[in-house]
């Protein structure tokens, strides 16, 4: 496993950042990255969030041609319509041996203090995820190369719910302790599937910058 290094811009090295795009959008009505979001459509933020923290960002998606804008890599699902796990293989298989840090297009808040902890972690761990009050966020985690096998196999048994395969590596699981430290207001998984859920979330954020303001 290549060794994860921070540059002088905070980037990390040896890691790639992995945006999902996947999803029907049903519950939005619409394709919600393209939504705009504090003067920029989701997938647009989400990608510079990630591109500011790893050197090396792919964008996971069925329909490439929406997001050939972005100068990222732009990879199609290996299996497609396997869900998240589906993304998460996918992303694994194009890092070529590189842990990668996977995240979603619909969570406008990825806070990079969290993040960077969880990669401090990755050295010792294959997996390493939030736990939440709620139980465990695996659209906010890192998986090394040697989560593909056990991946792979859930793919084969049609098993598509990520945490499945999580009893056959190393886990680490983030508390709700830690990351109430890095993350005192509890943005980083914050996650947009309705038009209302877009609406609260632009109301937080306007919340955040008049208590910031005050």
Do not use: W
Not at 2 to 10: I, M
Not at 56 to 80: F, G, S
Not at 117 to 132: C, F, G, S, T, W
Not at 146 to 167: A, R
Request: with cysteine; hydrophobic share 40%.
């Amino acid at each position: 496993m290549s060794p994860l290094t921070l540059s002088d811009e905070g980037e990390v090295a040896g890691m790639v950042g992995v945006v999902l795009v996947g999803g029907k959008s049903r519950r939005y009505g619409r394709n919600k990255a393209l939504e705009f979001f504090q003067g920029e459509r989701l997938i647009d933020r989400q990608v510079r969030t990630v591109g500011s923290l790893f050197s090396e960002v792919l964008v996971i998606t069925n329909e490439p041609e929406l997001y050939l804008h972005l100068d990222v890599t732009i990879v199609r699902d290996v299996i497609p319509g396997q869900g998240p796990l589906g993304g998460i293989y996918t992303g694994l298989i194009f890092a070529q041996g590189k842990s990668v840090f996977v995240t979603a297009c619909d969570m406008p808040f990825v806070q990079p203090a969290v993040v960077r902890r969880m990669v401090q972690l990755a050295k010792n761990y294959d997996v390493i995820v939030p736990e939440k009050i709620e139980g465990l966020e695996p659209l906010h985690a890192i998986y090394s190369s040697l989560c593909l096998p056990h991946i792979e196999q859930m793919l084969d048994h049609g098993m598509l719910q990520v945490i499945n395969f999580f009893p056959a590596v190393k886990v680490y699981r983030l508390s709700s302790e830690e990351i109430g430290q890095l993350d005192p207001q509890g943005l980083s998984f914050v996650n947009i599937n309705t038009p209302d859920d877009m609406d609260r979330a632009k109301d937080l954020l306007e919340g955040l910058e008049k208590s910031r303001g005050d």
